[in-house]
């Protein structure tokens, strides 16, 4: 057995303290947003569609970043959304917001400020009256000081 020399010394410390250092974007998140999914679903597919998302493509403050949803819907009795969950799958806690409707709101929109941890991608489903879900994304780069990333 060799001995260890300053230089795998050096090596190791620097490595160690990399891996301590990075940013901690683990799968964790995405997991934690599939599974707010699921649960809001109850397991069923959500379908791409009907959903528009209105977000910047670069915000440059993660702390306010300005989203507005429209679902296409007729809004009868019949037919209408009852509920719109907003999932963030970066943030540590991924469920961002969840608007409820009824068919009397006329029409199945919301607009608010939300906080984004990075560049991420926000996901948007909808449930309609009779159990469908529908779904959308969008990814927006988060940046620090407007310079890109």
Known sequence: MRALSRRDALALGVGTAAAWAAPRRSRAAAN??????????????????????????????????????????????????????????????P????????????????????RLAATENVIVVARTGDGRFYTARKEVKVTIGGCGG
């Open 32 to 93: 934690g947003a599939e599974a707010e999914i699921a649960k809001f679903t109850g397991g069923k597919t959500a379908e791409p569609g009907r959903i528009a998302i209105d977000l910047p493509e670069i915000a440059e403050n993660g702390t306010a970043v300005p989203l507005a949803v429209t679902v296409e819907s007729p809004m009868t009795p019949a037919d209408h959304i009852t509920e719109v969950l907003v999932i963030a799958d970066a943030n540590p806690m």
């Open 95 to 114: 469920r961002i917001a969840t608007f409820h409707f009824t068919a009397l709101s006329g029409r199945a929109e919301a607009a608010t400020r939300i």
